[in-house]
């Protein structure tokens, strides 16, 4: 199993995308992280953590569960057939009116999960504009989504399965390809 | 999760956290600004109910409207039903305009059991006679564990019209598969036989019911069903067997009241028990629509049986 990011590299690239933010982003003050579940949400809090030891500012972190919005549920028989994936609670503790929302996934492929995340948040209120942190990018997109912030950016073939581990949720930091 | 709810008898305690843990996640949806998500977009939703009621019609009905299904209601008072149509061809034809699903509650037990196997919709029960009630025991459970945390090993005692009610009958079950101690109490007159079946200890004693008690349960009594004296007066009742704030201090000092509702005050419940501090009954009725969203959701889905077949 190949691995392409190891847990020191994973770390120097959520670094340097924390400073490319506050690179971008005068007045961080109205900047608001919202991880999409599961992996979202550790990579979000560990990028507001890395923005907290640059700039000493603390960052607000949601957590954006999109399984109600997803597109696949319903609609079509043949994806009908299946049970119902869990749903795990959306937790936005802040309004999101006016802010700049980062919005922070682990691997961006068709662009369907973005699609419903930027559905999701927009129920919760009026951002005064959303961008988009991936910590892979992978390529195969069915929508026009582009990420704003890239970890790395790793050709696959789509018969491929890209593998995210956090220590959070996995017990180690690692990225790998399967085949 | 099967293709229907038709009763709280098919679900495994598996199901039953399932179905609590999805209602925790959808109750967050009723806290936000806009109270809709699209998960059920395109779907239709019938909701057919042969018997009068306020809180599960309506209860079923905001959780069909946030998540986004269409939804009709077919008031029985004013449909075909009265020209003498039969409970099977009113649900054929409604099968014809082909709906996704049909909430049911009928006078008869077994009604949503009769509809399950002639209709290819999911068929949810919201009451069937004196049978079951599965969305109000799923919400009695989302209500208690959210105050016990854990359902395993509490005393539960449930007080009341222990024979007409679907209530109690969805509860036992459901209560006893997760592991609480239940009693049950009520006059001898209406406690069914072989009502020790379900797991519970029965007694026609309120104290000993409720004595240390986590949980004090009551129920209606169900005038409406009743043909004959099941006990001397309401007011004989309620000295006997209704919830009085002295008999609530026999339990456990962190205990909760619960009731279904509608409510007889002062009958099977004093007034100021009702609207006290340990009663969580209309905690119960906004429960219900988070509840409600998660069974509508998760029937919504494909069949496990389906998908490893």
């Given at each position: 199993m190949p691995v392409v990011l190891d847990a020191d590299r994973m770390a120097r690239s959520l670094a340097r995308i924390a400073h490319e933010i506050l690179e971008r982003n005068r007045g961080i003050e109205e900047v608001a992280l919202v991880g999409i579940r599961t992996r979202g949400v550790p990579l979000a809090r560990r990028i507001a953590k890395s923005i907290h030891d640059v700039a000493g500012h603390d960052v607000a972190c949601g957590a954006l569960d999109i399984t109600l919005y997803r597109d696949d549920l319903s609609g079509n028989a043949a994806m009908t057939i299946g049970p119902q994936p869990v749903i795990r609670k959306t937790e936005i503790p802040f309004s999101i009116d006016g802010k700049l929302i980062l919005l922070v996934d682990d691997v961006l492929y068709t662009g369907r999960t973005i699609r419903a995340a930027l559905d999701a948040l927009i129920d919760f209120g009026r951002p005064r504009a959303i961008q988009l942190i991936v910590l892979v990018d992978r390529g195969h997109r069915e929508l026009p989504i582009k990420a704003d912030y890239v970890g790395k950016n790793i050709p696959t073939s789509s018969a491929q399965a890209v593998q995210v581990h956090l220590t959070e949720i996995d017990g180690r930091d690692e990225v790998e390809v399967l085949p | 999760m099967k293709k229907d709810l038709l009763g709280i008898a098919d679900l495994t305690p598996d199901d039953i956290y399932r179905v609590l843990e999805t209602a925790d996640a959808m109750r967050e949806v009723g806290r936000r600004p806009i109270k809709k998500v699209p998960t059920l977009r395109g779907k239709t939703v019938v909701n057919l109910f042969y018997e009068p009621s306020t809180r599960t019609r309506t209860s079923f009905e905001i959780a069909?409207?946030?998540?986004?299904?269409?939804?009709?209601?077919?008031?029985?008072?004013?449909?075909?039903?009265?020209?003498?149509?039969?409970?099977?061809?009113?649900?054929?034809?409604?099968?014809?305009?082909?709906?996704?699903?049909?909430?049911?509650?009928?006078?008869?037990?077994?009604?949503?059991?009769?509809?399950?196997?002639?209709?290819?919709?999911?068929?949810?029960?919201?009451?069937?006679?004196?049978?079951?009630?599965p969305t109000q025991a799923l919400l009695d459970a989302f209500t208690i564990k959210e105050h016990k945390k854990d359902i395993a090993g509490l005393k539960i005692a449930i007080v009341g019209d222990l024979l007409h009610s679907r209530?109690?009958?969805?509860?036992?079950?459901?209560?006893?598969?997760?592991?609480?101690?239940?009693?049950?109490?009520?006059?001898?007159?209406?406690?069914?036989?072989?009502?020790?079946?379900?797991?519970?200890?029965?007694?026609?004693?309120?104290?000993?019911?409720?004595?240390?008690?986590?949980?004090?349960?009551?129920?209606?009594?169900q005038q409406e069903r009743m043909q004959g004296a099941f006990f001397p007066s309401l007011r004989e009742y309620f000295n006997v067997f209704g919830m009085t704030k002295e008999r609530v201090k026999l339990a456990k000092p962190d205990t909760i009241i619960m009731h279904p509702g509608p409510m007889n005050r002062g009958v099977e419940i004093a007034s100021d028990v009702a609207d006290g501090p340990y009663s969580v009954i209309l905690e119960q009725v906004a429960n219900g629509v988070a509840v409600r969203m998660a069974v509508l959701y998760l029937l919504a889905g494909g069949v496990e049986d389906e998908a490893a077949a």
């Open positions: - | 069909e409207k946030r998540l986004s299904a269409d939804t009709l209601n077919v008031a029985v008072s004013a449909s075909s039903v009265l020209k003498g149509e039969t409970l099977v061809d009113t649900a054929m034809n409604i099968e014809a305009m082909s709906p996704d699903m049909i909430v049911l509650r009928h006078a008869s037990s077994g009604a949503c059991h009769l509809l399950s196997r002639i209709c290819k919709s999911r068929i949810i029960n919201a009451g069937d006679g004196m049978h079951e009630h209530v109690l009958r969805s509860n036992a079950l459901l209560l006893t598969k997760l592991g609480a101690e239940l009693w049950v109490c009520g006059p001898p007159t209406l406690v069914p036989p072989g009502i020790e079946c379900l797991g519970v200890r029965v007694t026609t004693s309120v104290d000993e019911a409720v004595r240390d008690a986590d949980v004090i349960m009551m129920l209606r009594i």
